[in-house]
Nanobody, 116 residues
């Protein structure tokens, strides 16, 4: 049974930074590629970054150079360091296994609001 708890969101001014965390209760966490997703109001959920179990990361073009995904396989925690935040980064951010669909379990997410 997967459980995911996201935290670290908040209100920040444009240009600011936030670090999101995701505590995952996944038995073999290190075996799974994980991703950070976000959903803005009126938009579909999108994948913004993902990382393999071994630590290879990939990013959406919209966040490349500003966001850094990382993981601690011992603590079963996923992180997203977000710098140079823009108003268009405003969304609810979720973590999940890479490839998760709307039919899969999702945590409550964490709200990120960037003011201009």
């Amino acid at each position: 049974q997967v459980q995911l708890v996201e935290s670290g969101g908040g209100l920040v001014q444009a240009g600011g930074s936030l670090t999101l965390s995701c505590a995952a209760s996944v038995r073999t966490f290190s075996s799974y590629a994980m991703g950070w997703y976000r959903q803005a109001p009126g938009k579909q959920r999108e994948l913004v970054a993902h990382i393999t179990g071994g630590g290879t990361a990939n990013y959406a073009d919209s966040v490349k150079g500003r966001f850094t995904i990382s993981r601690d396989n011992i603590e079963k925690t996923l992180y997203l360091q977000m710098n140079s935040l823009k108003p268009e980064d405003t969304a609810v951010y979720y973590c999940n296994l890479l490839g998760a669909t709307v039919r899969d379990y999702w945590g409550q997410g964490t709200q990120v609001t960037v003011s201009s």
